[in-house]
């Protein structure tokens, strides 16, 4: 594995490896990664013929009273989970090299943006969007790998990528769960031993959803009332929001049907989680990917 820190050496060999006809996979990343990031590069190893795996701790999708200085970093145990899992190319740009002195363009995505994560966190799609379009234009991939555990920015990628005309494929792969059940997230490493038994109760409210719409609820106050009730039954859990929207626009439903994402953030303690799943509910209900 070959690490790159400079913009145009990782332009210069992007170039050269799609001039001799290289499928490029590209994971962009802001590292101290698990599982759930590892088995996006051997998906791309799997699809591609060379993956390019980028750490950036990108500061302008944080808010100001969040966790950027603290967010969790361990570039070393990176590099062996990368060599392990036999990426080629590991990206480490600067950030003055991304957001140079004076920076002032942005790319911002509307519409899918106002809800959801973009209503907890404002500014902060502004922030991804900007970060992944600069990424996509440095490493030139055919295709790029999201993790389903961000299904809002999975869906904003995709429609940033489609209106601005990248011609880049992008592959959503499922979330990863530790065997309790609990989606795996960098931010997990905050929470204590109480706390991580607590936050098992998000995927304990969406398989409940799940079930309850097996069972033909239509309703989705009936969904949400439900999943709080799950959810509150620990002292340390702070709802900030359920939801139950259409899947591609992202638009609350009405009514239970067709494509729809149930998503939900949650504080265990002072440590803010998400989570979702995306079901297909017609005469089978089964789970996709957005």
């Not at 980028?54 to 100001?64: C, D, L, R």
């Not at 966190?121 to 970060?131: I, L, M």
């Not at 995709?158 to 592959?171: D, G, R, W």
């Amino acid at each position: 594995m070959k690490t790159i820190t400079s913009l145009s050496q990782m332009l210069k060999t992007s170039l050269a490896l799609r001039k001799k006809g290289k499928v490029i996979g590209f994971v962009p990343t802001m590292g101290f990664l698990h599982e759930g990031h590892l088995s996006l590069v051997r998906e791309a190893k799997r699809k591609s013929d060379v993956a390019v795996v980028s750490i950036f701790v990108n500061p302008t999708q944080f808010g100001p009273e969040e966790d950027f200085q603290k967010y969790p970093r361990d570039l070393n145990r990176d590099r062996k989970l990368l060599q392990q899992a036999k990426c080629d190319f590991l990206f480490c740009p600067y950030q003055k090299q991304i957001y140079p002195p004076g920076h002032s363009t942005h790319v911002d995505q509307e519409d899918l943006t106002e809800r959801l994560e973009g209503a907890s966190r404002p500014g902060h799609f502004r922030g991804v969007v900007t970060v992944v379009a600069k990424l996509f234009n440095i490493v030139q991939p055919d295709l790029a790998f999201f993790g389903q555990k961000d299904a809002q920015q999975v869906v904003v990628i995709k429609k940033m990528a489609a209106e601005l005309n990248f011609p880049i494929e992008i592959v959503t792969c499922p979330t990863v769960r530790d065997q309790n059940g609990l989606a795996l997230s960098s931010r997990n490493a905050y929470l204590n031993a109480d706390e991580c038994r607590q936050a098992l109760s998000l995927s304990e409210a969406l398989q409940k959803a799940k079930d309850l719409i097996r069972l033909g609820e239509k309703d989705p106050r009936a969904v949400t009332n439900t999943m709080r009730e799950v959810i509150q039954k620990n002292s340390s859990a702070l709802i900030e929001y359920i939801a139950l929207t259409d899947a591609k626009k992202l638009k609350p439903v009405d009514k239970i049907q067709r494509d729809v994402l149930i998503s939900l953030a949650v504080r265990i303690g002072t440590t803010r989680l998400i989570d979702n799943i995306c079901l297909k509910v017609n005469e089978k209900v089964r789970e996709i990917r957005c």
